[in-house]
């Protein structure tokens, strides 16, 4: 199996950055995605990384180092509407993506 | 933007009666996935689906679970025998011919067993 951790809680205010960690353990490693939640809501696609190094997207981006299991999200230029929930899921195979319990980022004014 | 459907969004059901949920994934998608999340809980993994069979299941996909892609375009869980601790959001989601790419998750259905 896979195992994922994340920190459980951060909370950050309102025009600054905020660095989520992820790191993982697992055999057949095939890529890491982060994914957002807002409560009720289903999760939606963030950032893919399967290559070691950074990918940027807009004000969001994610780092893995595969040598070392270890993946961030960074959250630049932080929105109230950033408060959410980031799960760290990693595939491992060819199908099922395996989820951390999620960091809930709380975003103050 | 295409994007995955899933219906009902809310099943309230009694223990033991069985369940349906439907799902229509992206159309040109080929892989489809069944995830639940208890509430406040992580996201976990129930069974994927490739060229109508099922290609992955976890442990919690027992014998109660079955999945289906009766039509082409509809893809269902069934659930035979409901549980309490059945009582979950279920994720639909889909990917692309590609497989190096992001999985699309559907809006959900909260099922409530009482």
């Known amino acids: 199996g896979q195992n994922i951790d994340q920190p459980t809680e951060m909370t950050a205010t309102e025009g600054a950055i905020v660095q989520i960690n992820c790191t993982y353990q697992?055999?057949?490693?095939?890529?890491l995605f982060w994914y957002q939640q807002h409560a009720g809501e289903a999760p939606t696609f963030l950032s893919y990384n399967v290559l070691d190094g950074l990918e940027e997207k807009g004000r969001f981006s994610s780092f893995l180092s595969r040598s070392k299991g270890y993946s961030y999200l960074l959250l630049k230029e932080l929105q109230m509407k950033d408060s959410a929930s980031y799960l760290c899921a990693v595939r491992a195979g060819d199908y099922k993506l395996s989820f951390g319990a999620g960091t809930t980022v709380t975003v103050r004014a | 933007e295409p994007e995955v459907t899933q219906t009902p969004s809310h099943q309230v059901t009694q223990m033991g009666q069985e369940v349906i949920l439907r799902c229509v994934p992206i159309?040109?998608?080929?892989?489809f996935y069944w995830y639940r999340q208890i509430l406040g809980q992580k996201v976990e993994f129930l069974v994927s689906?490739?060229?109508?069979?099922?290609?992955?299941k976890s442990e919690i996909f027992d014998d109660q679970f079955s999945v289906e892609r009766p039509d082409g375009s509809n893809f269902t869980l069934k659930i035979r025998s409901t549980k309490l601790e059945d009582s979950a959001m279920y994720f639909c989601a889909s990917e692309g011919d590609s497989h190096l790419d992001e999985q699309y998750f559907g809006p959900g259905t909260r099922l409530t067993v009482t």
């Open positions: 159309s040109n998608h080929l892989y």
């Open positions: 697992t055999s057949g490693f095939n890529g």
């Open positions: 689906f490739y060229n109508n069979e099922i290609s992955e």
